[in-house]
């Protein structure tokens, strides 16, 4: 039975692939064990890498460093192709509001912690960072600081990163109760009413000035007989579209632009919704008209189109002339989960979804020009993403010497692959490069590279976490850990309930996404029963995480240079 004890207490390429995938499998399942609604997810595969650890069960250690940085890689790569499309425009509108609260959390959570520093002065800089980061639920700011660390001091990073990943395991746990308690605490002290919100947010619904707007009219407006579809779109100077139009005689046809419009015509526009008293002033009164019962007879239809066709990536809905090409109207846009309004500036993206309405032959003639082969979209566009990796590992190597700093400054595995990602994520289409993935895709390599990321670090620190957690410094950290948690989201809830008056469920998702935390957003999502948290997640995660990731790695790169 030699082979068996070789496999389990060996030093073999098995040995190791069977460590961690018992580590990583055991995590996973235990991370969906809910305690009072909530679980921690893959973050459990840290807590099993530390029993591991703490079991003796070793790793050869520049195996364990490989699998480290490249689960790091994988995961930070892929956080950023996932935020890179929202990233810029989460600066625009009520999103610099959401995200002016997440910095005020980020940077309340820098001063709380410097100021544990200098009042306590039981604790390092490098261990402040780890506790820090497990405070906020931020693994990619642990990455980057320890990436940092690397650079900075060389082989002497090894024990103080164990230390700092040590800092992370203790305040995460409190870190997490902290974020949903900042919550509960908030509903309290303004008595709120979960129901009157969710009610309110259906108000601001139903009168959304983003969604297409569809509404039939009757021509009825003398000044506009007689006129073609182009001359409207002169006297209308907004974003719309005619997608059909029926004519007195009861013919329906798929109107171009010199289509003449007549007296008592009968058209379906989409237009934006807060354009709408503009065409009720313009054209003429609602009518009630079911076109799809109409129309279906005649051979028009309404199809969803795939685009998954790789010229047509960047490609403005303008230029491809769909009108005069395919006798077709493009009337809505659906890209990741939003609805868009068929502009013709709009630049379309490998994976958007087109409501094309024509006669079924023009549509269909269309769809195979864009590809619509959704299985298409299922294979995985390796060439961008590891492209992209070499691009950012270059970036993330180039040394920046900054004033006071004894050593060049770098970005990293963590922080190179990073930018380069957003930057993909948002410009690739430019360069021709096919940035859409799967969400299964996408998670996967996401949730993947997390996992061997925790389990690396989990393994490394296990050896020292019980003695250091059971001592007088491990239960201060946990101390500083919720600390750094609680006072800045408790400062900034007033804030957000106070002062800007922002929705419960908008403030959950805010404080979710400010701290990365999902657990948190499943928590929210559960109690507004609603979209709204997940909305306002979205909006603050991409900057709070890149300057998560950024001031970790700075605090390590100017406090130890």
Known sequence: MSWLTELFIGNSVAHTILVYAIVIAIGVMLGNVKIFGISLGATFVLFCGILAGHLGIDVDPATLKFIQEFGLILFIFSIGLQVGPSFFSSFKNEGIQLNGIAMLIVGLNVVVAFAIYFIAGNISITDLVGVMSGAVTNTPGLGAAQQALIETVGDRAGDLNESMSLGYAAAYPLGVVGIILSMVLLKAIFKINVDKEVEDIEREKEASQLKPHVITYQVTNKLIYDIPVTRLHAIIDHNFTISRMKREDGTVEI??????????????????????????????????FDWQLETEPKGIVSKRIVITQGALNGRKIGSIRLHEGYKVNVTRVYRAGVELLASPNLSLQIGDRLTVVGREEDVDRLGKRMGNSYKRLDHPNLFTMFIGIVMGIIVGSIPIMLPGMSVPM?????????????????????????????????????????????????????????????????????????????????????????????????????????????????????????????VAYATVYPLTMFMRVLIAELIIIFAVA
């Open 410 to 534: 770098k970005l990293g595995l963590a922080g190179g692959p990073l930018i380069v990602a957003i930057l993909i994520g948002r410009y690739g289409y430019k360069a021709k490069l096919v940035t859409y993935t799967s969400n299964a895709a996408s998670l996967m390599l996401r949730e993947l590279g997390l996992c061997l990321f925790l389990a690396s670090v989990g393994i490394a620190a296990g050896g020292r976490f019980v003695e250091t957690i059971l001592s007088a410094n491990g239960l201060t950290w946990v101390l500083y850990g919720f600390l750094i948690t609680i006072i800045p989201l408790m400062i900034a809830v007033i804030v957000a309930r106070s002062k800007l008056r922002l929705n419960y469920c908008t403030i959950m998702g805010l404080v979710a996404g400010a701290t990365t935390d999902p657990p948190a957003l499943g928590y929210a999502n559960t109690t507004a029963g609603n979209d709204t948290p997940a």
């Open 255 to 288: 109107p171009q632009g010199e289509t003449i419009i007549r007296k008592d015509d009968v058209l379906r526009i989409v237009m934006s919704a807060h354009d709408q008293d503009i065409f009720d002033a313009i054209i003429g009164p609602h009518v009630d």
